[in-house]
């Protein structure tokens, strides 16, 4: 299967670019299954039903979120309807939604996509590990699913790292969000699984993390507020995502790549992937 995952979406900038560009990659990569981090799609915090819908509608096939999915109220209810729509698996079991689900890809074959958040530099939740062990075992690859992909939603590489290793034989891919800055380490560890510690953001890169630089950078330098809110930067988004194409029998990697197009940084054009 040929699945791609796009790292987490900070405001207009982002949402634009991700929708205008998402039809023709399905396309281009002949994509079965898509993946989107939209945790910060609602002006840098959270995100609506009406955004969840448009990211839908432009060929995501599952949101996962992270520590900021409960920053827009909204979309608490939507998370009892919606059920492509994934918050972290170790929050506490009374949170609304839920962290791990499989899916129908739309041309056949089925999907698991969990996702954790980390707690090194994050909020003290459950084990992550035991998390995404509980789900691995209840949808085995190349037994109930043909796909895996693990998110770990953290701050720390070595978290990251050690979750890939964790998952090593038994996920397709896990990819780390969060840091809104992707990583160049993205490889098929010994066991066959895809790792990238982070997918970077897609967001305008002329930011701090997505954000205006203007207020972070005060409060940085000046160890208080200037003033201002964190507002997403509104520059031309670089949508950041990793490509990953699996073995049909086993539903291990046989190529993982990153994909960077728009904005500052500079494009990618995932290797091993055949521009149609
Ligand atoms: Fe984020
Ligand atoms: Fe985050």
């Given at each position: 299967m040929k699945v791609l995952y796009l790292g987490d979406v900070v405001g207009r900038s982002g949402r634009e670019a991700v929708i205008a560009r998402l039809p023709e990659l399905r396309r281009q990569l002949d994509l079965d299954f898509v993946v989107v981090n939209g945790e910060n799609a609602a002006g840098g915090f959270g995100l609506t039903p009406a955004i969840a819908d448009d990211l839908f509608a432009a060929g995501t096939d599952v949101i996962v979120t992270g520590n900021h999915v409960w920053d827009n109220r909204d979309i608490l209810p939507h998370f009892q309807r919606e059920r492509r729509l994934l918050r972290p698996d170790n929050y506490p079991r009374s949170a609304p939604g839920r962290g791990a689900a499989v899916y129908d890809a739309r041309r056949g074959g089925r999907v698991l996509v969990v996702q954790v958040m980390g707690r090194v530099f994050m909020d003290p939740l459950d084990d992550p590990f035991q998390a995404v062990a509980s789900a691995l075992s209840t949808y085995p690859l190349a037994g109930a699913v043909h796909f895996t992909l693990v998110d770990i939603h953290g701050e720390a590489t070595s978290e990251k790292m050690a979750m890939g290793h964790f998952c090593d034989g038994r996920a397709s891919l896990v990819a780390g969000t969060h840091s809104h800055v992707p990583t160049a380490d993205h490889q098929i560890l010994p066991g066959g699984t895809a790792y990238l510690s982070d997918v970077g953001m897609c967001g305008d890169f002329d930011s701090v993390i997505g954000m205006e630089k203007t207020e972070p950078l005060h409060r940085f330098i000046r160890?208080?507020?200037?003033?201002?809110r964190f507002t997403p930067a509104l520059g031309e988004a670089t949508v950041c995502g990793v490509y990953v194409e699996s073995d049909p029998k086993s539903g291990l990697a046989l190529t993982v790549a990153p994909l960077r197009l728009g904005g500052r940084l500079e494009p990618v054009w995932p290797v091993g992937a055949m521009p149609a």
């Open positions: 160890k208080m507020s200037g003033g201002g």
